[in-house]
């Protein structure tokens, strides 16, 4: 059901802002330049992966939105897999099982980006692949599936370049891990590969790192590292205020502390108890590369200037909470009735996933959710009509996308610029509710959508 919800969405959505940019400027580019030539990247809007897969999305299936977005699609699939089959290897109770399945699974926010043509929900199905991989191979010590585990992170990373970080933090997780259960002898094959895979990725990521880095494309964050956590804790509640104003923070407190203490609770069972027995180490594993990760970030900010990541570029961080959070109730399960808990938080999951997801736009472009409609308005009522259409800059790309694809030439798009140009005349405008009063002198109001995205036509 929720994949075909997906694939309704896919069909549905006006093409965003970022996606219209990503097709137009890489849709006839090859992705291998991008791997060792730093002049090609002027923008970090090519996700190397992304467009790979859409490239022959289209060759094969022909243009359209839909086959576009076809890869992130079907990445909803892998990830759904993942995230179920860790499920049953990484937690002992169904409680737990409900609670990470609800937590990864109807999260509305990461659920939009599996509808669109951008490299977040690919990131996101490899990243799930990785972990399911780990937790397989902590489990039968095969050294094959721990090579696939780095290969599944290296995908998720040409996806999105800034799930670079989880591979150090997995390395050296998998690598501290191995040696406290097994010695440096036996450790040497995990040790091997967990190292070799860090030179390779190393290697194939370092040119895109280095030109968005001289670029500054990669500046784009927060200051402060609890700032990004609340901003993704109320990216995940899809802005809803569900306990009044401070709703965000309470939750973000909430579920930090729910976190680190059962992070604690699985480093002291096994180091200071010395429980080594396979079961444990998966959500210690896991446990463990979160705190690298976070110690990452920090490094990263302090020696580097990096900004923390912030709304969809930190969405990498959802399934290892969630994961964590599920521990946490397998910690518990033991002393008390934790049924009741897995139950709640399904219920309280699907009521929020049902209460925000829409048809109509995303959290991320809000204010694209009229602009198919608008355009293709003003084609129908012009036809092969000469007319001019002026924008906000915010629509600008998804309008161009539009009328280039549909080979509308006798459409005029003014030039893409920041400022609003209020001094030519045009035929049509389409803004958002902030220049209402810049505008309507000079143009009527046809349409305003709930997300204050405007129709103007010239009176």
């Not at 079907?74 to 990470?100: M, T």
């Not at 309470?250 to 604690?264: D, E, K, P, Q, R």
């Not at 429980?275 to 900010?301: D, Y």
């Not at 938080?345 to 048809?359: C, E, K, Q």
Request: neutral net charge; contains cysteine.
């Amino acid at each position: 059901m929720l994949f075909m919800l997906c694939i309704y969405r896919a069909m549905h959505l006006s093409m965003t802002h970022d996606e219209s940019g990503t097709y137009l400027f890489w849709h006839d580019q090859s992705v291998f330049p991008f791997l060792y030539d730093t002049s090609v990247w002027t923008s970090a809007n090519n996700h190397l992966l992304n467009t790979f897969l859409f490239q022959i999305s289209e060759q094969i299936l022909g243009f359209s939105d839909f086959s576009i977005r076809l890869p992130n699609v079907l990445s909803w699939l892998l990830y759904g897999f993942c995230c179920f089959s860790l499920s049953q290897i990484a937690f002992r109770s169904i409680s737990a099982q409900i609670v990470f399945l609800s937590l990864s699974i109807l999260n509305p926010y990461i659920f939009d980006f599996f509808s669109l043509c951008r490299g977040y929900g690919l990131s996101l199905a490899f990243m799930s692949a990785a972990m399911l991989t780990f937790a397989t191979f902590l489990k039968n010590r095969k050294s094959s599936y721990l090579m696939l585990a780095f290969g599944c992170l290296l995908l998720s990373s040409l996806a999105i370049l800034s799930n670079a970080i989880l591979i150090p933090a997995f390395a050296i997780s998998i690598i501290l891990i191995n040696i406290y259960s097994y010695g440096m002898v036996r450790s040497k094959a995990s040790i091997t590969i967990s190292i070799f895979s860090l030179f390779l990725s190393a290697l194939v990521l370092y040119t895109p790192i280095k030109a968005l880095s001289q670029n500054g494309e990669l500046a784009y964050g927060n200051q402060q590292l609890f700032n990004s956590w609340t901003t993704l804790i109320q990216d995940s509640l899809m802005g809803k205020a569900y306990v009044g104003e401070h709703s965000f923070s309470i939750f973000a407190w909430l579920i930090m502390v729910v976190l680190f203490g059962s992070i604690i609770i699985l480093l002291r069972k096994y180091i200071l108890e010395n429980k080594r027995e396979n079961f444990s180490q998966i959500p210690v594993f896991f446990a463990s590369s979160f705190l690298f990760l976070v110690l990452g970030l920090i490094l990263s900010h302090m020696i580097l200037g990096s900004e923390y990541p912030i709304n969809r570029k930190s969405i990498f961080i959802v399934p290892m909470v969630a994961v964590l959070l599920g521990s946490a109730v397998d910690i518990v399960s033991s002393s008390i009735k934790s049924t009741a808990v897995g139950i709640g938080i399904l219920f309280l999951s699907a009521l929020h996933f049902i209460n925000t997801i829409n048809i109509d736009y995303t959290r991320e472009w809000w204010y694209e959710s009229h602009t198919e409609q608008y355009i293709y308005t003003i084609q129908q009522a012009h036809q092969n009509e000469e007319i001019t259409i002026g924008c906000h800059w915010l629509f600008h790309p998804t309008l161009y996308y539009y009328t280039q694809t549909s080979d509308w030439d006798h459409i005029d798009l003014q030039p893409y610029q920041k400022d609003l140009d209020t001094t030519t005349y045009y035929d049509y405008f389409i803004s958002t509710g902030q220049e209402v009063n810049q505008l309507n002198e000079k143009y009527k109001m046809l349409e305003r959508s709930a997300t204050d995205a405007i129709l103007w036509r010239r009176k």
